[in-house]
C-alpha cells in the first residue's frame, strides 16, 4: 500500500512540474497584436504604405491606404528597434517593448527637410535646317554601313500603255550594295546606263527602254542578280518591250543618302523649303525632324504643264 501511494504522488509532482514549465515556455514566447495609425506630425493626415520594420529579424508590415497597419509581434523581440519609416519622412524608430506600449496609437512623422541642387533652365535654340543637313552628311560614315552588304529579296513590277496593265514580272534577287561614303561621285563612277554586264544574262537592244527609263544613276559597285523570275505575256499593241534586269537595281538607285545629288546635294536648300522639329521617337529620346517641300508650287507646275504640247502617243510607263 505505501509503495502505491509513493508512486502516485511522484506521478503527480511530475505531471506539475511538466504544466508549470509549459506554461513558462509559453508566456517566454506569447504573441502580442499591435495595431495604430501612421500619420503626419503638422495636419495629421495619414500616411498611407509607411514602412513598419524589425531589420534583424526580418519582421515588418506596410499601413494600408489610410495610413492603419496591424503587426503580431513575440516578446521575445522586446529589447529590439522598430523603425517606422516613410518617403520625405524622418525615421521613426523605437523599442519593441516601447511600440507595444502604444498599441492603437497614433504613431505621427516628422517631414524632412531636403535641400536640393540650384537647377538652371535654359531655352535651346532650335538649328538651322542648313546646320542640320551639313551635320546628318557629316555623319553618313558614322550612321551607316561602311563595307558593302549583300541583300536577297523579292521584286514585283508591273507595266501599263495608254492606262492599261500589258505586263506582270516578278524575281527573286540578290543585291550588292556598295559602302556608304560621305562623298560626291564622279560621272566615271556610275554604271552605264548602256553597259548591261550587271546581274547574269544580257538583254537585247529592244529591252533597253527598260534599263534607261528609270532615269537613276548607280555606281559600279551596286550589282543585282536574278536568281530566277518570271512574267506574264506582254499584251502591248505597240511592241513595247521589257525584262526585269533593270528594275530592282533602278529602285536601290533611289537611296537619298548614297546618291544625295538630287536631295541632299548643294542645291538641296535652292530647290526645298525646309521645317525644324522636334518629337520623341519609339524608346522615349527626343529627336530632330526635317521636313521639307519643293519651292515650286502645285499651281507653277500646272502652269507649265499647260504650256506643253499633248504627245501624240504614250507608249509605255513604269508602275
Known amino acids: 500500500m505505501k509503495t502505491r501511494l509513493l508512486l502516485f504522488l511522484s506521478v503527480m509532482a511530475w505531471v506539475t512540474m511538466s504544466a508549470q514549465s509549459e506554461n513558462k515556455e509559453l508566456n517566454e514566447g506569447s504573441q502580442n497584436i499591435i495595431s495604430g495609425v501612421v500619420a503626419e506630425k503638422t495636419n495629421g493626415a495619414p500616411l498611407p504604405y509607411a514602412y513598419l520594420t524589425i531589420a534583424k529579424v526580418g519582421l515588418g508590415t506596410v499601413t494600408d491606404g489610410d495610413g492603419k497597419f496591424q503587426i503580431v509581434i513575440s516578446d521575445e523581440y522586446n529589447s529590439l528597434t522598430i523603425t517606422i519609416s516613410y518617403l520625405g519622412f524622418e525615421d521613426l524608430p523605437l523599442t519593441v517593448s516601447d511600440f507595444k506600449a502604444r498599441n492603437k496609437d497614433v504613431f505621427r512623422l516628422k517631414a524632412k527637410a531636403m535641400s536640393l541642387n540650384e537647377v538652371v533652365v535654359k531655352s535651346r535654340k532650335m538649328p538651322s535646317a542648313k546646320a542640320l543637313l551639313r551635320k546628318t552628311i557629316k555623319n553618313i560614315p558614322k550612321n551607316y554601313t561602311n563595307s558593302t552588304a549583300k541583300l536577297t529579296g523579292y521584286y514585283r513590277e508591273t507595266m501599263k500603255e495608254n492606262g492599261v496593265y500589258i505586263k506582270y514580272a516578278d524575281a527573286a534577287c540578290d543585291y550588292y550594295a556598295a559602302p556608304y561614303r560621305k562623298k560626291n561621285y564622279k560621272w566615271r563612277e556610275y554604271q552605264n546606263p548602256f553597259d548591261f554586264s550587271f546581274g547574269i544574262g544580257a538583254f537585247s537592244n529592244s529591252n533597253d527602254l527598260h534599263r534607261i527609263h528609270f532615269h537613276h544613276k548607280t555606281t559600279k559597285e551596286e550589282k543585282v542578280n536574278i536568281i530566277d523570275s518570271r512574267s506574264s505575256d ?86
Open 234 to 319: 506582254n499584251l502591248s499593241k505597240k511592241d513595247f518591250e521589257s525584262n526585269i534586269a533593270g528594275g530592282p537595281l533602278g529602285l536601290f538607285a533611289r537611296n537619298r543618302v548614297k546618291y544625295q545629288e538630287s536631295f541632299l546635294g548643294k542645291k538641296a536648300t535652292r530647290d526645298f523649303n525646309y521645317t525644324v522639329s522636334e518629337e520623341q521617337d519609339e524608346t522615349g529620346a527626343w529627336v530632330y525632324v526635317l521636313d521639307f517641300h519643293t519651292k515650286t508650287t502645285t499651281a507653277e507646275l500646272d502652269a507649265l504643264e499647260s504650256t506643253k504640247k499633248p504627245p501624240a502617243m504614250v507608249f509605255g510607263e513604269q508602275a
